[in-house]
């Protein structure tokens, strides 16, 4: 299929182009104005709006995807003839052959496919209809007519298969011995368009897009810090006891204990008891 323009990718470039754009986020390192990823933006963001954009991207890229896509199709069939084509011109090449020629190659290519079918149906109710009625002649018509097809169909697989024979063997004899630089020179032309349209997807369509994407977001804003706790206990609507120490309040107001007063016994020594003993 040839493309002017490439709004969007084929199926089979697709992986190619989540390839480039994860290495890209990969490597944003390297580039400085992709340093924002992950403040602005996290990677797997990015890669959903760039997956969701991907026409807008690729057309970046819209001329040289053109040009590697075909270079892609004429590698995958540079001159190659189909099997109708071979078997067509087995039979005549164009100047012994003639319009008599291209007729009996189609009907020998068309025998094996309309013939096969018949052959089996005819065969397959002929068969049936001898077993519920042996008598009955149609019966044997439709066996007669369906081993008629199948020997058509054979007939004609053969001529088929002969031609193709015919045909290798003639591409053989004039197949050009050195045939393996044009081929190296179609890969490596193939492989030249290849990176040319990596790079400028990468260059003209995934950076700039991430860039802009980054850009849109805004300055990054610092996540919320939620104000400290300064009460664990939640208030339910009464407040503890007023507790005081001892040494608060009026000085006062203080009740003060004294000492009892202790005094000795009225004792004298023996002395004193003597001197003062009255006689008897």
């Known amino acids: 299929m040839h493309m002017n323009v490439a709004p969007h990718l084929l199926t089979e470039d697709r992986s190619e182009y989540e390839r480039i754009l994860d290495d890209a986020l990969r490597n944003a390192y390297a580039h400085p104005d992709l340093a924002e990823i992950g403040k602005r933006l996290t990677a797997g963001q990015l890669r959903t709006m760039a997956l969701n954009a991907t026409a807008l991207i690729t057309a970046a890229a819209a001329v040289e995807y053109d040009h590697f896509v075909k270079i892609r199709e004429e590698v995958r069939s540079p001159s190659g003839t189909s099997v109708m084509d071979a078997v067509l011109t087995a039979d005549g090449d164009g100047a012994s052959g003639g319009p008599g020629a291209g007729l009996v190659a189609i009907v020998t290519v068309l025998a094996p496919v309309l013939a096969g079918p018949a052959a089996l149906i005819f065969l397959l109710v002929g068969a049936v209809l001898k077993v519920l009625a042996p008598t009955l002649t149609f019966a044997d018509t439709l066996l007669t007519a369906g081993w ?15 031609g193709l024979l015919l045909t290798a063997l003639r591409n053989r004899s004039t197949e050009v011995a050195a045939s393996d630089p044009p081929h190296r020179e179609a890969d490596d032309e193939l492989f030249r368009a290849r990176e040319a349209w990596r790079r400028a997807l990468l260059e003209r369509g995934i950076l700039p897009f991430l860039r802009d994407a980054l850009a849109a977001a805004g300055p990054a804003v610092p996540p919320a810090v939620p104000p400290p706790r300064t009460d664990r206990i939640p208030k339910i609507g009464y407040s503890g006891p007023n507790f005081s120490s001892p040494n608060e309040g009026s000085a006062g107001t203080r009740p003060r204990y004294a000492s009892p007063d202790f005094s000795s016994p009225d004792f004298t020594g023996p002395e004193f008891g003597a001197s003062e003993r009255r006689p008897d």
């Open 148 to 162: 008629f097809f199948a020997a058509v169909a054979a007939a004609g697989l053969f001529c088929a298969a002969v």
